[in-house]
């Protein structure tokens, strides 16, 4: 993903980021191609930019990223 060096270090230590069996960093819980769009669109998000389906779409993913990343940081799955 095209990640600047300060998110790739914050996200790596959230536990957020990942590299799958593909070789391809991704967001936990999400795949390759719905990390790339969710970086779109939370960076979009931040700027107040997001409204109607782009916004449902990034609260989905949004929460199933969450998810997975929560059921890591408490150890029931592994990160890798």
């Known amino acids: 993903m095209n990640l600047t060096d300060a998110e790739r270090e914050f996200l790596e230590a959230m536990r957020a980021i990942t590299i799958n069996e593909g070789g391809h960093e991704i967001y936990v819980g999400l795949t390759p191609e719905e990390s790339e769009a969710y970086l779109l669109l939370a960076r979009r998000d931040q700027s107040g930019e997001l ?30």
């Open 51 to 80: 409204e109607g389906a782009e916004l449902e779409r990034f609260r989905e993913m949004h929460a199933r990223h969450e998810a997975a990343r929560q059921a890591i940081v408490e150890g029931k799955v592994p990160l890798h």
